[in-house]
Nanobody, 117 residues
């Protein structure tokens, strides 16, 4: 069974930092892109950061300059370093892995990040 497991969420004061980690199981499909998404209460899930196999990254303006995504292909792992956290960053953060075939993807169970103002 394909599994994606996240860790590293928690509570932090505004201005603080957290690092999220995500690992996909060995039997997962060949991974193309990995990314982090988040969903705040009452809002749609949104992309936070994405990274390709060769290390190209993309971020929305809301986190650019504060968040950094990195990846270890050998470990099927992806990380998200979050600095200068804001109250509005509070959300459940989900790890996502996508294969080379359209529609092939897997999600983690989510990890809660709470930023107090």
């Amino acid at each position: 069974q394909v599994q994606i497991v996240e860790s590293g969420g928690g509570w932090v004061q505004a201005g603080g930092s957290l690092r999220l980690s995500c690992t996909a199981s060995r039997n997962i499909f060949p991974i193309n892109t990995m990314g982090w998404y988040r969903q705040a209460p009452g809002k749609q899930r949104e992309l936070v950061a994405g990274i390709t196999t060769d290390g190209r990254t993309n971020y929305p303006d809301s986190v650019k300059g504060r968040f950094t995504i990195s990846r270890d292909n050998a470990k099927n792992a992806v990380y998200l370093q979050m600095n200068s956290l804001r109250f509005e960053d509070t959300a459940v953060y989900y790890c996502n892995a996508r294969g080379y075939i359209a529609g092939l993807e897997a999600w983690g169970q989510g990890t809660l990040v709470t930023v107090s103002s």
